[in-house]
């Protein structure tokens, strides 16, 4: 079982509507969670950070944790086709900022077709 | 957040031949690390680079291959020696700024002829 799994996809829906982002993780010590967004031929890019169970809002994108399921999202509302990308789940073990680092789902393609 | 760059942003190399990649930051930070991510895949941690001693490989990854250097808080240099059409991927350096929070740098597309 890989550490950190995500839909394959691609996942694609229509302008306008809500793309839905799921990420699974094995580590049940886990304490940071990400999701960058990677555009073709370019660097990953910080979208959303969560620690706490519950949902994190900001603008369009709401992240999701439910830490006793292992188990993040990220919801993007309105999506535009700006929105088209790879995005990527993120997991820490420690909040030690001195220690570890994160290990990454293998990333899930959204197309948002006008 | 960070200002990261990397140098050079693309080359187009020799098998056997070998390729320093820099990355140098704006502000120190607490951690430095090294990526790879082949075209369509996803990334691959090559190594933690440590300020003033040896980087920490991961599986499949080692220092003749993949030596690195960390000489202070800003800057890191990767070198993937002895170069096969392989090796060919995207090398990214990635860095950890008081949080734990992962930045990236632009990357450095390399191909291996």
């Known amino acids: 079982q890989k550490e950190v799994e995500q839909n394959s996809g691609p996942l694609s829906v229509p302008e306008g509507a809500i793309a839905s982002l799921n990420c699974t993780y094995s580590d049940r010590g886990s304490q940071s969670f990400f999701w960058y967004r990677q555009y073709s031929g370019k660097s990953p890019e910080l979208i959303m950070s969560i620690y706490s169970n519950g949902d994190k809002e900001d603008g369009r994108f709401t992240a999701q944790l439910n830490k006793a399921s292992q188990y993040v999202s990220l919801l993007i509302r309105d999506s535009q086709p700006s929105d088209s990308a790879t995005y990527l789940c993120?997991?820490?073990?420690?909040?030690?900022?001195?220690?570890?680092?994160?290990?990454f789902g293998d990333g899930t393609t959204l197309t948002v077709k006008p | 957040s960070a200002v990261i760059s990397q140098k050079p942003s693309r080359d187009i190399c020799q098998r056997g031949t070998s390729l320093t990649i820099q990355c140098q930051v704006d502000s120190q930070v607490t951690m430095m690390f090294w990526y790879r991510q082949q075209p369509g895949q996803s990334l691959t941690l090559i190594a933690t680079?440590?300020?003033?001693?040896?980087?920490?490989?991961e599986s499949g990854f080692v220092i003749d291959k993949f030596p690195i250097s960390r000489p202070n808080l800003t800057f890191s240099t990767l070198t993937v020696s002895n170069m096969s059409p392989e090796d060919s991927s995207i090398y990214l350096c990635?860095?950890?700024?008081?949080?734990?929070?992962?930045?990236f740098g632009p990357g450095t597309r390399l191909t291996v002829l």
């Open positions: 993120a997991v820490n073990t420690t909040h030690n900022t001195n220690a570890g680092k994160s290990t």
């Open positions: 990635s860095v950890r700024q008081n949080t734990d929070t992962q930045y």
């Open positions: 680079a440590n300020q003033g001693s040896e980087a920490t490989y």
